[in-house]
């Protein structure tokens, strides 16, 4: 297996501040709006992951000019009708199941046949859940027996609205339909489960025709016909999903301290942080802000040597899914047993992470009782580490590595984990302030 690292020590105590990589889901879609805006748009702090560059090269294949130096990008769209349709077009959306479900939607007008491919991974995912509401518009698709990829497809012009009842908590659905409504005449409907908001926000941010009632359990959205998106600037913030791998492991290190810089805390995002704090961690934030819709912050935190167990409120499962994985590290210290549910969705991302959590967490020596969609962790605040572990053969999933990584700086051993390389899909930088960490005395 290629690039693995070696871990055979814990990181020592450190007090930093660090700014980590720009959020991945408002940079994917700043750059599919931007292609259809009218005018030129420039993004700063831009990430420059994997899935992102497959954002970018998608739109250049539909006929939009993008410069990129550095992490400063500049599209320039050429209006809602701006895409250059070709018969048999191949858009790969590489390992991004946001690219891949969202351009979808944005693509179900198109008068010539497309087909999208991914990567080995990308390929085992569902994508029925998005498919099968856009179908409802008048687009055909052909997928295979396993709804995944590659899908050729073929839009219309005459596109039918919809009312859809989004219940799984799918913010990549619920954003693709957003945007089939978009190319639609007359009013889609959607009744939508709690999940993360960043597609209507930017929609409000660039004045478009959508309304969000906001209930307790889910959303209802209007969207109509969008004839015109104006061009915008953006400076990305921080994504918190990478900001949590050093929210933990500054909780789980003895006598240490972090500030990271200019998170996005969006609500539908800090699961994570309602959930350490309901296991003893304190937050501090500062510098408290709005910017385009989006509500920003200085988050600091410092090691947490008492953490309690948690029954976690299933409520909290869409707002914390891609931080799990973390989070189950911290519920390994604590003192007691925490109890996790509503997890169906992590088997269905790059790998079956529910899976690779239990996984590493035997390795680890820690207990766990799991089911299709719940998992119990049995916590040992005095755990230490001390023997070989090797994780490898994860479908290259960026978080069952990052997670590996701070679970060998947090808690000893001598760890040999693969494809390092695979920090590249969202978090290109973790390693480099990893090591800023590592240096700190």
């Known amino acids: ?22 959020d991945k889901s408002l940079s994917i879609r700043w750059v599919l709006f931007s292609s259809l805006a009218s005018g030129t748009s420039e993004a700063k702090n831009l990430l420059l992951s994997e899935d992102v560059l497959a954002a970018i090269k998608v739109i250049k294949k539909l006929g939009i000019k993008v410069i990129l130096k550095k992490n400063i990008c500049k599209i320039y769209g050429k209006g809602i009708d701006g895409y250059n349709y070709k018969n048999n077009l191949k858009l790969n959306a590489e390992n991004s199941g946001t690219l891949g479900r969202l351009i979808l939607g944005l693509l179900i007008n198109s008068p010539k046949t497309i087909i999208l491919t991914g990567d080995k991974s990308l390929s085992k995912r569902d994508f029925n859940r998005v498919t099968k509401p856009l179908s409802k518009f008048g687009a055909k698709f052909n997928l295979n027996r396993k709804f995944s990829l590659p899908i ?8 039918r609205p919809i009312r859809y009842n989004e219940n799984k908590g799918s ?24 999940s993360r908001n960043h597609t209507e926000l930017m929609c409000k941010y660039l004045n478009l025709p959508i309304k969000v ?3 307790k359990n889910y959303d209802l959205i209007e969207i109509s016909k969008i004839n015109k998106i104006r061009k915008f600037n953006y400076k990305i913030p921080s994504d918190i999903s990478s900001a949590a791998f050093f929210i933990v492991l500054t909780v789980l290190t003895k006598n240490s301290k972090i500030t990271i810089k200019n998170v996005n805390i969006n609500p539908t995002r800090t699961g994570i942080i309602t959930i350490l704090k309901k296991m ?4 501090i934030f500062s510098n408290k802000k709005y910017y385009k819709g989006e ?34 590290l911290v519920a390994a210290k ?3 047993v925490s109890h996790f549910k509503n997890l169906s969705e992590l088997n269905k991302k790059e790998s079956p992470r529910l899976e690779w959590a239990v996984k590493i967490l035997k390795f680890m020596g820690i207990k766990t009782i799991v089911t299709k969609d719940t998992i119990k962790i049995f916590g040992n605040p005095r755990l230490e580490i001390n023997k070989k572990i090797i994780i490898k ?19 000893g051993g001598n760890w040999t984990i693969h494809d390092k390389n695979s920090t590249k899909t969202s978090f290109p930088s973790f390693l480099k302030i990893l090591n800023q960490l590592k240096n700190e005395i």
């Open 1 to 22: 297996m290629p690039n693995p690292i070696i871990v055979k020590k814990k990181i020592k105590k450190f007090n930093k501040k660090i700014l980590v990589n720009g």
């Open 152 to 159: 050729s497809f073929k839009g219309t012009m005459n596109l």
């Open 171 to 194: 913010a990549q659905c619920k954003s693709s339909i957003i945007f089939g409504g978009m190319r639609t005449e007359g009013k889609t409907f959607i009744k939508a489960k709690k």
């Open 213 to 215: 009632e906001n209930k």
């Open 280 to 283: 003893g961690v304190n937050f």
């Open 295 to 328: 509500k920003i912050s200085d988050i600091s935190v410092e090691s947490t040597p008492s953490l309690k167990s948690i029954n976690c409120p299933g409520s909290l499962s869409s707002s914390a899914i891609d931080e799990f994985l973390i989070i189950f």
């Open 334 to 336: 604590a003192d007691g």
């Open 393 to 411: 053969n994860f479908l290259k999933d960026h978080r069952v590595f990052m997670t590996s990584v701070i679970a060998a700086y947090s808690f």
